[in-house]
């Protein structure tokens, strides 16, 4: 199981980082305005790079109005970044054209956006590399996340599919848990929620414990044991 983290926030990257087993960073311009980067975006996207390392993933949105500029995008955020950037496109009729682009040309495409069954499979038919459903989103708009995940997944085993379904816009944990659950090769999780899985007062409260009933037992200098 893949796990990536949904922020640009620098300090916050290179702790998960360090802390965790992260296959690497995803990014739109949503969390760039929300994570306050206002200065030269190529320059903090490279600084995200260093942080992670070379042979972990960074996944930059494109932010084009027609598969020309889509595609011109994605050769610019190439130019800056190097190879192994993943491109985010939307996935509607014009990202769908774009997709088909940068894939002949030897992108790696992560196909954004995606609220329904049949987007996920057009997403597929163009050999995106990562398809990335928006779980909480689409339960606020009536839609079975799970069940769409699972389906998805399915139709990637049955075909022996390359792409993997990369979860996304998540509201807490449980349905962290439950796009995995159903067969989400991938998931990336905003540090807010990452926070609240370890921050549970009965985790801290067990780890509390083990400490003093150790105290207890061992009253002398514990560095000797």
Known sequence: MEFLLDSVDLEKIKYYNEHLFLTGV????????????????FSHLRAIRKILGPKKQL????????????????????????????????TNLLGLKAMQKLKAAGYLVTATAIYTEFQAYQAL?????????YYNRMLN????????????????????????????????????????????????????????????PAISKAVADFRADWETLYTDDLSKI
């Open 26 to 41: 995803t990014s739109n311009p949503s969390i760039l305005k929300k994570d306050g980067v206002d200065g030269d975006l």
């Open 59 to 90: 996944h930059v949105q494109v932010t084009g109005n027609s598969c020309e500029e889509m595609v011109a995008d994605a050769k610019r955020i190439k130019e800056e970044l190097g190879e192994g950037v993943y491109i985010k496109v939307p």
């Open 125 to 133: 038919n163009v050999n995106a590399d990562y398809l990335a459903p």
């Open 141 to 200: 708009q009536g839609i079975n996340a799970a069940e769409i995940i699972a389906n998805v997944a399915k139709e990637i085993s049955r075909s022996n599919l390359k792409s993997k379904i990369l979860a996304a816009s998540f509201h807490n944990v449980d349905q962290v848990n439950q796009a995995i659950r159903n067969g989400a090769q991938a998931v990336t999780v905003g540090p807010d929620i990452v926070k609240s899985a370890f921050e549970m």
